[in-house]
């Protein structure tokens, strides 16, 4: 399904949450949440959906890089 919305980050945004909401402990949909909310610019979104992931997974390796290049992503864009 979310094939069909490559291209709309909108629209793929509000299926992945309606999955997280029936799904609520599933750590890779919380991360991809993150994934989509940072391509569409919504940095402090991301941050949350990534550390929600994070706890889900107990600190898989994986996602604890990405939430640590996605918080210094934020840090250097307030410094720019």
């Known amino acids: 399904a979310l094939e069909r919305l490559a291209g709309d980050i909108p629209g793929a945004l509000v299926q992945l949450r ?3 909401r ?3 402990g599933d750590a ?14 919504a940095r402090e979104a991301a941050i ?7 706890a889900l997974a107990k600190g ?5 890089r990405a939430i640590a ?3 210094q992503q934020r ?4 410094h720019d």
């Open 18 to 20: 309606e999955a997280a």
């Open 22 to 24: 029936l799904t609520p």
């Open 28 to 41: 890779g949909l919380a991360f991809q949440t993150g994934r989509l909310e940072l391509a569409a610019g």
């Open 48 to 54: 949350e959906a990534f550390e929600r992931a994070d």
């Open 60 to 64: 898989a390796p994986d996602q604890r």
């Open 69 to 71: 290049q996605r918080r």
């Open 75 to 78: 840090v250097a864009h307030r």
